[in-house]
């Protein structure tokens, strides 16, 4: 699953659905100027294209490879089939929705009410529980894009954070050296999350 690589489009059919192994997802809304921001981050703990076995076939949203890695590829009418059965499979997708669904209102919250600062916290935080590493291969123009902000904003934001001794940046490569750190300063948004994702998915969170 390359960088940048687009799963899917706004309004397009989906036929598979995915698996993020050691690679991160991004699910964006995308206005009508092009301009987007992200809603919610898909790891190894989650499926992209719920959309399939909800019902709807479509999402008004766009899925991109976020952090490049691996990940698995299902046809979509295997997934419904195996979901319509209504065995143990409905009832972990059902509450993996729910996370996500919690991710996406907790964004909306966060995008409004904090600070850039807090949101680049969280948003690096997420992406860590997504990853086997420290390290985030990712440009300030592509997290300024992911965040619905401008570059100099981000640029501030992660200046602020390196001067603080909590990550190190340098050519579009993101080293978190104090996570502990980070959790401190972020908002409450990032916690609220992962406790519910731990709640609803104890044996798939990222750790």
Sequence with gaps: MPLGEVLYESGMAMTHVYFPTTSIVSLLYVMEDGASAEIAVVGNEGIVGISLF?????????????????????RGHLLKDEFNR???????????????ITQMAQTAVCNRHHSLDQQLCRWL??????LQSSELV?????????LGVRRE???????????AGLITYRRGHITVVDR????QRTCE????VRKEYE???????AQ
């Design 54 to 74: 909800m019902g709807g076939e479509t999402t008004p949203s766009r899925a991109v490879v976020q952090s490049v890695g691996e990940g698995f590829r299902m």
């Design 86 to 100: 209504s065995g143990p499979v409905l009832h972990l997708l059902l509450r993996y929705t729910q996370a996500l």
């Design 125 to 130: 935080l997420l992406s860590l529980d997504r």
């Design 138 to 146: 990712m440009t300030q123009e592509l997290i300024a894009n992911m």
């Design 153 to 163: 904003g981000v640029t501030e934001a992660a200046a602020n954070l390196q001067r």
């Design 180 to 183: 502990k750190g980070l959790e």
């Design 189 to 192: 948004c990032y916690s609220v």
């Design 199 to 205: 709640r609803l998915l104890p044996l798939g969170t």
